[in-house]
């Protein structure tokens, strides 16, 4: 069995789900079975821009190339058929020969939609549909016309269709669901290893609140500033890369909050093992709703109690956490969860995070497809 992932990213250094890829591809190893990274399809005359040199473990990363760019390739359907269909599928074709594969042992591995339109071929696929996509404004393919079809001949035409969300389950069209697996997001089990050869330590000392993840128009800014009012003596730690205006200037007037940017995952326990408590503050929109945040089970490593926005949280994970409803609630609940926090409570959250790591996610998938005869 053979994976060849189809990401929605430019680099694989940067693929906030490259653990994932790294857990398929550790699945697969032993029995021969090769995983293909390949970054989102490029313009051939900017193919000297991106570049991967650094050496990934038994992950093949592989650049595609195609005669115009998307954005153009999209207006058109013989465009999207000649300069972006045609051209990937022979150079899929060659690395398929390259790398001495059957052609029959490949799975494709889908990430949005969109990918459908210009990698719909004859081998099978997967489609992995982690978040609600037709509310997230910033993805360009929301607002086509064809979304809602294209979306539900990517489903019907899988062997297995992974929904991160039970309430997108929910609502799914009968006819789909039985394409359709809970999947939620999980951790690397490297995270989780350091985290439990570390130990749960007792903080001394400035309590810290902290967040990791994407600083943009998803995160509640009023929230944060609330939050630094009401703890004067706490420091806010934001970890991840500013795309919101807003926080930046919350940060400059607030000697509380502090940003540290793009943080390398390898580099993320040394940070995590300081917070006291973790938290996912997230504005109230159509796309937060349906949102499973993976930065639980990464603040749950290290056994820290979270408060989260109501959002579509695992339902094995919403006992072990607090879940608020407005500002007032959120700022009540960190300081509840700070000052009733015990080691049983730690050893529960450990638990889970243990439990939801990505080689438990590909176990179940490779499971899956095993019943499926693929």
């Not at 703890?231 to 926080?247: T, W």
């Not at 326990?269 to 089970?297: D, E, Q």
Request: aromatic share 14%; glycine share 4%.
């Amino acid at each position: 069995m053979n994976f060849f992932f189809f990401s929605t990213d430019n680099t694989y250094e940067t693929y906030h789900r490259r653990r994932e890829v790294e857990a398929f591809s550790d699945e697969i190893y032993a029995s021969n079975g090769k995983a293909i990274y390949f970054n989102r399809p490029m313009f051939f005359l900017k193919r000297n821009i991106i570049l991967n040199k650094k050496p990934c473990q038994n992950v093949h990363v592989k650049n595609l190339y195609v005669g115009c760019p998307l954005s153009i390739a999209f207006k058109s359907s013989w465009l999207m058929f000649l300069l972006v269909t045609l051209p990937i599928k022979l150079q899929l074709w060659l690395i398929t020969k390259q790398l001495k594969l059957k052609a029959t042992e490949v799975i494709h591995w889908l990430y949005k939609p969109d990918q459908y339109l210009y990698l719909n071929s004859n081998t099978p696929h997967i489609y992995l549909h982690y978040d609600n996509y037709a509310g997230d404004k910033n993805y360009f393919f929301s607002s086509d016309k064809r979304f809602n079809g294209v979306l539900n001949s990517c489903v019907e035409d899988s062997v297995v269709s992974l929904f991160s969300s039970a309430k997108l389950i929910e609502e799914s069209k009968g006819a789909l669901k039985n394409k359709i697996h809970y999947y939620p997001n999980a951790i690397s089990r490297t995270l989780q290893k350091t985290a439990e050869n570390e130990g749960v330590s007792k903080k001394t000392g400035q309590k810290t609140i902290g967040f990791i993840g994407q600083l943009d128009d998803s995160f509640d800014v009023q929230l944060l500033v609330k939050l630094a009012e009401s703890f004067p003596n706490h420091q806010i730690v934001l970890i991840g890369p500013v795309n919101n205006d807003c926080v930046a200037k919350a940060a400059l007037k607030y000697g509380n909050i502090e940003l540290k940017g793009y943080v390398d995952y390898n580099q993320l326990a040394g940070f995590i093992k300081t917070f006291n408590v973790g938290i996912c503050p997230y504005s109230n929109s159509p796309f937060n709703a349906y949102r499973n945040p993976l930065k639980i089970s990464e603040y749950f490593s290290y056994g820290l109690p979270v408060v989260s926005s109501i959002c579509d949280i695992d339902l094995s994970a919403r006992p072990l956490l607090s879940i608020a409803e407005t500002n007032k609630q959120f700022i009540e609940q960190i300081a509840w969860e700070i000052a009733n926090d015990s080691q049983e409570k730690a050893n529960a959250r450990l638990l889970f995070a243990k439990e939801n790591c990505w080689d438990n996610r590909a176990e179940k998938v490779i499971k899956l497809l095993k019943e499926y005869n693929a």
